[in-house]
Every structure is written in C-alpha cells, then in structure tokens.
C-alpha cells in the first residue's frame, strides 16, 4: 500500500488565496492595457515626427588666410536613427559649402543665419567644411580673429603672421608652430604680418602691378595679359617662390604700363590729326557757324540800317560825286568855279530831270528845308542859272538856256 500523504483543507483556508490570484492577474491585465495605448502613440509621434539632433562634434578646425578668410572643418558623430541633424555655423557669410557622410556621399541641408540643419539619411558620421567671410576683422596693421565654439577646437594662423595677444590664454591647450590648439569657449586671437626680404620685394611688386592695372581698367585699357600675369604672381606667392613672384608682378606692371602710355600716345595723335580733330570738335565747330552766322546777319542788318541812314543824309553829297563824273559839256558852260557845291548840285539834278523841277520835288531829292531850299533857289537865280516860274501855285525851277546866258 502506498503511503503517500494526503492534506485535507477547508474551504474556508482556499479562499482566501483564491482572492489574492484574482487581484494579482486583475492588476497586472489593467497595467497592460494602459502602457499598450502610451507605446502606440509614442511609436506613431517618432514615425510622424522626425527628431533634430545636435550630434557631437569629434573635431573643429579653423584655418585662416592671409586674406582674413577663415576656412572651417567639422567632424561630426550622428545616430543613424536620427533623420535630421542641426549644426551651429560659425559666421553669417558663408561660402562653398560641402556636406557628406563616411561614404563621401553629398548630403542635403537647409541653412539659416545662425545654424545648419542637415538631412542625414542614416548617416553614422558627418563631415561639413566651409569658408567664412565675417571671423576675422582688421583695424590699422592689427588682425582679430574671434569665435566662441561650445568644443574643442583648432586654429592655424596664416603664414608670415605673427600673433600678440590671445584674450583668454588660460584656453591655450597647446601651440605647435602655426597651429593653436584651444579649450571650449569665447576667445580672440590678434595678430599681424611680418615679411622681409625676397617675401617683402615680391608683395610690393604685386600691389605696385595691382595699381597700375587697376589705372588702365578705370580708363577702360585692355590689360587681359597683365591681369593673367598678376594671377600668377599671386600664385607663386602663396607657394612661397616669392622671386617667381617678384618677376610675374614686374612683367604684369611693365605691360600695363605700356598699355597706359600707348593709349596716351594715340589720344595725341589723334589730337593733332586735322580729320580727327574735326570729328572730335564737329559740335563745337557746328556750334561756332550758327554764332557766327547769327552774328553776321545782325552785322548785316544795322549796316543796312545804318547805310539808309547815312544815304538819306548824304544824298546831296553822293549825287555831286555822281553828277561831277556825268557832268555833260553844256553844265560845264553853267557851272562856275565860285558856284557852292551845294548848288552845283542842284543845277546838276535840274540838268538831269530835263532842265526843271518843282521847288517841292528838290526839297525831297536833297532832303533839305523849305527855307533853306529857297535861298538856293533864289541864290541860282541871282546868278542867272535858273528862273522861277509860278505854276499851279507851285515854284517851278527851270535851267535857263545857253543863249539866255549870254
């Protein structure tokens, strides 16, 4: 027979633990059905919504030309996760912007004042470079050149540069030739250029060739050759072969010279040639004419005024100058040596008009008063020239006959 134990309980012993697994399973179903509703909506927000992340910088570094243009490099981690990616700038002035991940892939960006916001595309690694316009200012010989990265970072100097103060030296990591290393935060770096020797003749070939050049563009000079050659001394330049720099800046200033005073040469001749001195004065020769003209015309009118004038009180005078060249043999038997000329005039006119005319018509021709006409008149007719003669109660003057002379 078996001997196996048997345990025999009440009813009122299983209850209770009855009630104390209802409540358990109870509890743990209504747990379950709040947390599964929370999971849903977070899953469907993190589907609908993509996030921004700032990532971490592994690297910054910046590299300053001789220019005061600042080149920067950033080394970023990502989470692949994470569709979208924001980066602080550095500097407002932004130019050749390259974005791409660990395979070298271009990525996609938007790109506001102050920061970057990059489309990832799972991306585990990041690498963003840029040249900035705005990190560097100068005042007289002295460079400043000014950030305040939230990282470690970086700075390597220009070459010939010499540095004279950092703001906060106590954020000096390392310096290594050019290169400053610096802790996270605000810090200014200033500094100047030093150059000497073939560095220093080379640099002022260069602006020397820069300002004739710039002489010839102003005055619309073609200097395409010279400018190439400028190019070039800027080149060797920053190679550091300052006497192939020194030669291209001297050729570069000798061609532009020549330009310049071949330009003047042919503006001379060009002066001194008649054909182009007319075509160059056209409208001021144009110009003077019509003056001219203007003014001879006027000449032309108050002489003409001025003749009639002149005519009407001179008549008697002209018309003995006349009448003496047109003196016929029988006036040479009337007129006298001690006759006026005045009268000689008169006796002339009457000689003319067929030996008499009225009193009225004599006063016209010799402008003369009435009086005055008269005592010639009777002057003439004391000598025995003319006799007078009442005609339609006018005086008629008439030249007396040869025989009656006698």
């Excluded at 910054?60 to 220019?67: A, G, M, R």
């Amino acid at each position: 027979m078996d001997n196996r134990k048997v345990v025999l309980c009440t009813q009122e012993e299983i209850v209770p633990n009855l009630e104390a697994m209802i409540f358990v399973r109870i509890s743990n179903i209504f747990f379950r059905m709040v947390r599964a509703p929370i999971l849903a909506i977070g899953l469907v927000l993190a589907i609908v919504l993509p996030t921004q992340t700032y990532g971490f910088t592994r690297t910054l570094d910046f590299i300053i030309y001789s220019d005061g243009t600042t080149h920067v490099s950033q080394q970023l981690g990502a989470d692949s996760s994470e569709p979208v990616l924001k980066v602080p700038l550095y500097g407002k002035t932004i130019d050749n912007l390259v974005i791409q991940d660990e395979d070298g892939k271009l990525l996609s960006s938007e790109m506001d004042n102050k920061a970057l916001t990059i489309q990832t595309f799972g991306a585990s690694s990041v690498s963003i470079v840029y040249d900035s316009y705005d990190l560097v200012s100068k005042k007289g010989k002295i460079w400043t050149f000014a950030v305040d990265p939230q990282v470690d970072y970086t700075v390597t100097m220009p070459d010939d540069s010499t540095v004279v103060d950092i703001t906060n030296p106590d954020n000096i990591d390392s310096i290594d030739n050019k290169q400053i290393s610096l802790l996270k935060g605000k810090n200014q770096i200033e500094y100047f250029f030093t150059t000497s020797g073939p560095a220093l003749s080379a640099q002022n070939a260069i602006n020397e060739a820069k300002s004739i050049i710039s002489q010839a563009v102003n005055q619309k000079i073609d200097v395409k050759l010279a400018q190439e050659k400028l190019d070039l001394a800027a080149i060797a330049y920053d190679d550091k072969k300052y006497n192939d720099a020194l030669t291209l800046a001297s050729e570069a200033k000798s061609i532009a010279q020549k330009a310049i005073n071949n330009f003047s040469e042919n503006n001379v001749n060009s002066q001194n040639n008649p054909v182009n001195w007319f075509k160059d004065n056209i409208a001021g020769i144009a110009t003077s004419i019509v003056a001219i003209g203007g003014a001879v015309s006027a000449l032309t009118l108050l002489l003409k005024k001025t003749k009639n004038a002149v005519k009407k009180t001179m008549a008697p005078l002209l018309n003995k100058n006349e009448n003496v060249n047109t003196e016929s043999p029988e006036s040479d038997d009337i007129i006298t040596q001690e006759m006026r000329e005045d009268d000689k005039q008169l006796v002339l006119f009457l000689e003319k008009n067929g030996g008499q005319a009225f009193e009225r018509d004599l006063r016209k021709k010799f402008l003369l008063p009435r009086t005055t006409m008269w005592r010639a008149v009777k002057r003439l007719e004391r000598q025995g020239v003319i006799e007078i003669e009442k005609k339609d109660f006018q005086n008629l003057v008439r030249l007396r006959k040869k025989g009656d002379l006698a």
